[in-house]
């Protein structure tokens, strides 16, 4: 009774309006999922863990902008940018010093970069008035700049690492330690820092959200005004959360330099860089943690796969999924789930079934007709 | 050694483009509110429609920009009925839809037609002076820019369309209860400003190589424009790219192209910061002051 009683009071913290999922079944089906991660390497190959570890990390990115974007409502194309300045000062920082507690500080170091950078940035825009669509703006301008740095910066040295140009910064390997204990973090051991550090984030997020600096956070998503009138320091908060966020890419940033030893501005700073966190958060939902981290591992997955097959399609198929999510899915995937699973818990398997073809004829009838010009409400004022 | 003739010729030819790149995104984001992250793309549509009249076509060059403006118009008006439509009210959303639709153009252009595009030949010929010369087509560009936005003028200031898509920003439900249907202003709106992102992509294949890629640089460029330039499309737009085209010139001839840009990018960021509405705001708030002290 009294471990029930102590269980019950710890799942609060961790259970509330802004997370999907909670009770005993949703913690057994988490801790299963959980299980099977750790799992994965022994289950399948080297080779398919490190492919996994490759997903997990792009899960922090979505992580952070589903924080920033889905919970504060700060639409950020900047995340990737933060994720790409924490490489870049990882790669740099272990190249000046060269040793295993080098490394060590590096990795601090690193993801202390990505949340100073979101610090300046969210500082100049949050305290100079910038909102809404200008904060894009602005963060997309920012990406630009240092792709555009990026890529022609072919001979400028931060001590004695070039930064290399459309080659970028690499690094020959990593190991952590001080003094005489260190560690050389290669496959699979790699892959179970970033698994554990995932299901860290994901559990450390969770309790955010749901505390009341989250809850505020989320009256400010959806109305910046009231929260403000409520007396809470809007721009405050707006700033913390950006940092907390470009902390968040940060880690993802040092954690992708762990497995891929080098960074490009290619891959971090360019425009199809900066869609593909806004790709994972608005297909897996992004007023949720799970759906990012879900659709990130999956999108990337598939992703990957395609661009082996089918290089020039694979973008393609990036672009076609940000319309139709959007269009269709405007919550996201993970929502659209639980909403179904709510459905036929509501009507029934068989009456459920009925209703709901008839309601997809409907909407399908609705928008096709929709396409016409000049017959906006066909439908509608036939059926009144 | 500096060239007066040079920085002139490179400064007229960095206005034309940041005017008419701009000039499309700035309708579109004034009467609407969307943003059109594909701008940059329907740039390229213009572009490619252009080279598509020329070469495969084999029309004459002014023909083949005509047929790229009503191809981009088009394609454009097709677009706001089957995805913009859905994503009014929804900013962020309309964001993430153009991103991706941006992304399907220009991959799809590449599976199409391949990385590049055969150059057409620069009309109207040079001017040559000195050691130097340059081709008369960036002044008739730089006209046509300035041309481009007297007739938006003219479409927003003496036109029934311009009357009602003024009514549609002051007040929508107001408009629509006067009887304006304003479904129609923002399908005309969203039009006229694809279309006049054709006319930049045709006018510019002469002097750009043509690529699938190449609708990022504009879309940059014409934010910029837009952002520093605020509310006011015309004045704005022609504001703000006399400046911008000033400093992008100037750093580009002294320094190289990528400084250039950089600079132009870090005077935006400065820009949006200081000054939200852009320049129009800022001259509009002076005039508000000296009135008052007038009064």
């Known amino acids: ?384 | 050694m500096v060239n007066g003739l040079n920085l002139a010729f490179q400064y007229l030819q960095q206005f034309s483009v940041l005017v008419l790149a701009a000039v499309g995104l700035a309708i579109i984001f004034g009467i609407m509110g969307v943003i059109n992250l594909a701008h940059g793309e329907f740039i390229m549509v213009g572009a490619y429609a252009t080279v598509f009249g020329y070469h495969d076509l084999g029309l004459p060059l002014l023909a083949s920009m005509g047929l790229a403006v009503v191809v981009t118009a088009a394609f454009g008006f097709v677009v706001e009925r089957l995805l913009i439509k859905r994503t009014y009210g929804r900013l962020f959303d309309s964001m993430v839809v153009t991103l991706g639709l941006s992304l399907v153009l220009s991959q799809g252009m590449l599976v199409l037609r391949g990385t590049s595009e055969p150059s057409i030949p620069t009309p109207f010929g040079t001017i040559t002076y000195g050691a130097f010369s340059q081709s008369l087509y960036k002044v008739a560009l730089a006209l046509v820019a300035v041309g481009v936005l007297a007739v938006v003028y003219w479409l927003f200031t003496q036109t029934a369309y311009g009357v009602r898509a003024r009514a549609t920003i002051q007040n929508e439900e107001m408009s629509r209860a006067l009887g304006v249907t304003t479904e129609r202003v923002y399908s005309q709106t969203f039009a006229i400003g694809s279309a006049l992102a054709g006319l930049t992509g045709a006018l510019l294949a002469p002097l750009v190589s043509v690529n699938p890629t190449m609708g990022g640089t504009y879309l940059v460029k014409s934010f910029v424009v837009v952002v520093v330039g605020g509310p006011s499309v015309v004045l704005g737009t022609g504001l703000s790219g006399g400046l911008l085209g000033a400093v992008d010139a100037g750093v580009t001839y002294f320094y190289d192209q990528t400084m250039g840009s950089i600079v132009l990018l870090v005077v935006t960021v400065f820009v949006i910061r200081f000054f939200q509405d852009g320049i129009t705001g800022f001259v509009e708030r002076a005039r508000d002051r000296l009135a008052a002290e007038g009064a």
């Open chain 1, 1 to 384: 009774m009294a471990d029930d009683h102590a269980l019950a009071g710890l799942g609060e913290r961790f259970e509330g309006p802004n997370t999907v999922g909670s009770g005993r079944g949703f913690w057994v089906a988490l801790a299963v999922a959980a299980a099977a991660l750790f799992a994965y390497p022994s289950l399948t190959s080297i080779y398919q863990a490190t492919q996994l570890s490759r997903y997990l990390v792009a899960a922090f990115l979505a992580l952070s902008l589903a924080f920033v974007w889905g919970y504060a409502g700060i639409l950020s194309f900047g995340q990737n940018a933060f994720y790409g300045l924490a490489a870049y000062a990882f790669a740099v920082t272990v190249g000046n010093l060269a040793s295993p507690l080098g490394t060590t500080a590096a990795a601090a170091v690193a993801v202390g970069f990505g949340a100073l950078a979101s610090l300046v940035l969210g500082y100049f825009m949050f305290y100079g008035g910038v909102r809404d669509v200008y904060v894009t703006i602005t963060t997309l301008v920012v990406t630009v700049v240092l792709n555009t740095y990026g890529t022609t910066a072919s001979q400028v040295f931060v001590g004695s690492v070039n930064l290399g140009g459309d080659t970028g910064v690499g690094i020959s390997d990593v190991v952590l330690g001080a003094g005489p204990v260190t560690v050389t973090l290669v496959q699979p051991l790699t892959y179970y820092v970033i698994a554990g550090l995932l299901v860290a984030t994901y559990l450390g997020l969770r309790v955010f959200v749901n505390s009341d600096f989250g809850r505020v956070m989320v009256a400010i998503r959806e109305d910046e005004d009231r929260a403000e009138m409520f007396g809470y320091d809007v721009k405050f908060r707006k700033l913390v959360v950006f940092t907390i966020g470009g902390g968040l890419a940060g880690l993802g940033g040092v954690l992708y330099m762990f497995q891929s030893y080098s960074v490009t501005p290619e891959t971090v700073f360019s425009a199809a860089a900066a869609a593909l966190p806004v790709v994972w958060v608005s297909v897996g939902g992004r007023k949720t943690l799970l759906g990012p981290i879900i659709a990130a591992v999956a999108i990337e997955w598939v992703r990957t796969a395609a661009a082996v097959q089918f290089p020039e399609v694979a973008r393609i198929g990036v672009g076609l999924l940000m319309i139709v999510s959007i269009l269709l899915l405007p919550e996201g995937a993970v929502p659209g789930v639980r909403s179904v699973y709510g459905y036929f818990d509501r009507h029934g398997l068989v009456d459920g079934s009925r209703r709901a073809t008839e309601r997809v004829r409907h909407t399908l009838r609705r928008t096709l007709l929709g396409w016409l010009p000049g017959a906006e409400n066909g439908p509608e004022v036939a059926r009144e």
